[in-house]
């Protein structure tokens, strides 16, 4: 292709780009919006209720302006103030996270450190956060959120995600969630695990294609849970490696030692 028709070709993609929303940009206001949440995450912390006030200030014209890529102008402050409003029930949520990960791993010592060093609890954060912004119907951006997590920990949850309250993830490197998943509460995953499709059909995209994990289950190291009728019973544990396509009855014991056992 001659230079003058290849760039002809970039401006024309550029003239018809529907966003216009730089990568920096998002991640300078997340960074800022986790910062806000967290001293821990801070490089100056807050020592002022009016200090606090005025970064929230900050953060909502932040991310109005962001979201103004996306929808028309009339939009993007009800949709700012919906987010904010969001907010407190987020991080209460992220505090119960929060709270499992320090409860369940021995070698945690404190919340300051599962906050500054955990990959787990940081890509938790990130799906909070973006699968809150996915509810308000703004797209691209959850998404991007979560792969700054992705990014940073190896760990890739889908903002579309359902999970619930007192999520662990334990070291966490290579574990994928994907968009239709069903999270119970009180449930714990370790490294590389997959919760996936059966299928990836493009014309199965709005189906349930992703397992659902009941209450109480704890999965170990490279399980693979796989397909949207797939049901792991609550107070179930699902050992490392195994391979999983059918629903597991409540109070099961799945493990892999030569040959599949399986103790219910």
Not at 119 to 144: E, H, Q, T
Request: hydrophobic share 40%; charged share 25%; with cysteine.
């Amino acid at each position: 292709m001659e230079k003058t028709k290849f760039h002809q070709l970039l401006l024309k993609s550029h003239l018809e780009s529907e966003i216009v929303l730089s990568v920096s940009s998002v991640r300078k206001f997340y960074h800022k919006l986790i910062e806000w949440l967290f001293p821990e995450f801070c490089e100056n912390v807050f020592s002022t209720l009016q200090e606090v006030k005025l970064a929230e200030e900050k953060l909502e014209f932040k991310f109005q302006k962001m979201i103004e890529g996306f929808h028309d102008c009339k939009d993007s402050k009800k949709i700012t103030k919906d987010f904010f409003d969001e907010i407190p029930r987020v991080y209460h949520l992220l505090q119960k996270d929060l709270q499992a990960m320090l409860d369940g791993d021995p070698a945690a010592t404190s919340k300051c450190e599962v906050i500054r060093s955990y990959p787990g609890f940081f890509a938790i954060v990130s799906y909070r956060i973006a699968n809150a912004i996915l509810k308000l119907d703004v797209p691209v951006l959850p998404r991007m959120i979560t792969e700054f997590a992705h990014e940073k920990t190896g760990i890739d949850i889908h903002p579309g995600a359902t999970i619930g309250e007192y999520f662990c993830i334990d070291h966490g490197t290579g574990v994928v969630i994907g968009e239709t998943t069903q999270i119970g509460n009180h449930v714990k995953i370790y490294q590389g695990v997959t919760l996936g499709a059966l299928s990836v059909r493009k014309e199965d995209a709005q189906s349930k294609r992703h397992p659902t994990i009941d209450d109480n289950v704890v999965v170990y190291a490279g399980a693979t849970i796989l397909g949207g009728k797939t049901v792991i019973g609550k107070n179930s544990v699902i050992g490392g490696n195994v391979w999983i396509t059918k629903s597991v009855p409540e109070d099961s014991k799945i493990y892999y030692k030569s040959e599949l056992y399986h103790d219910s």
